[in-house]
Nanobody
């Protein structure tokens, strides 16, 4: 059974930075592509960034140049470094494997960007 545990969220001022972590278990982490998603209040969950097993990355346009996804296969963990945060980045952030395992969404981690 896949388990995904996100952490690292918090309250940050506009322009600030946060680093999110997602610890995965129940999968052979190193061979799976991983992704971050987010869901803002009243909106659908949306794709943020992904990373292949080989380290190739892809970002949604709104975070390009500000967010960086990375992975540590030895720790079964995927990270999301978020810089130059904006109020519109406020959301609950989730990770998942690709293809998505819809039964394995974690609790997410809340990111709030506000003065």
């Amino acid at each position: 059974q896949v388990q995904l545990v996100e952490s690292g969220g918090g309250l940050v001022q506009p322009g600030g930075s946060l680093r999110l972590s997602c610890a995965a278990s129940g999968i052979i982490f190193s061979i799976n592509a991983m992704a971050w998603y987010r869901q803002a209040p009243g909106k659908q969950r949306e794709f943020v960034a992904s990373i292949t097993s080989g380290g190739g990355t892809y970002y949604t346009d709104s975070v390009k140049g500000r967010f960086t996804i990375s992975r540590d296969n030895a720790k079964n963990t995927v990270y999301l470094q978020m810089n130059s945060l904006k109020p519109e980045d406020t959301a609950v952030y989730y990770c998942n494997k690709l293809p998505i395992d819809h039964g394995s969404w974690g609790q997410g981690t809340q990111v709030t960007v506000s003065t």
